[in-house]
């Protein structure tokens, strides 16, 4: 199974990212929990058709409750498979979960 977050930045069409601006400095980046990341808010940076970052943590988490109770070794979840990669230092064949992806 494969799962990817629709995740788009309102300014993503006019404006490709670039590495050598201040977005990519951490101290400007915006941290889960706030509220610019959550769809439709008027302060929102995201498209209004995004999952949000609550209602994406909620999905996997039941998903990921339910293959762990049922389905490990019968049916691959790319996305846990790729994430457990980058966490045990391993390169991770997903862009989405990887340092840079898309545009950059």
Do not use: H
């Amino acid at each position: 199974m494969q799962f990817i977050p629709i995740v788009e930045q309102k300014t993503f069409r006019t404006d490709a990212p670039q590495s050598d601006t201040d977005s990519w400095n951490t101290e400007n980046q915006i941290l889960q929990g706030d509220k610019r990341l959550i769809p439709g808010n008027k302060d929102s940076v995201v498209e209004s058709f995004c999952v949000s970052d609550l209602g994406w943590g909620n999905f996997l988490t039941a998903v990921f409750d339910e293959w762990e109770k049922q389905d490990i070794g019968k049916v691959f979840v790319q996305y846990f498979e790729a994430n457990l990669a980058s966490w045990i230092g391993e390169s991770s064949q997903l862009c989405t979960s990887t340092l840079f992806a898309g545009k950059g």
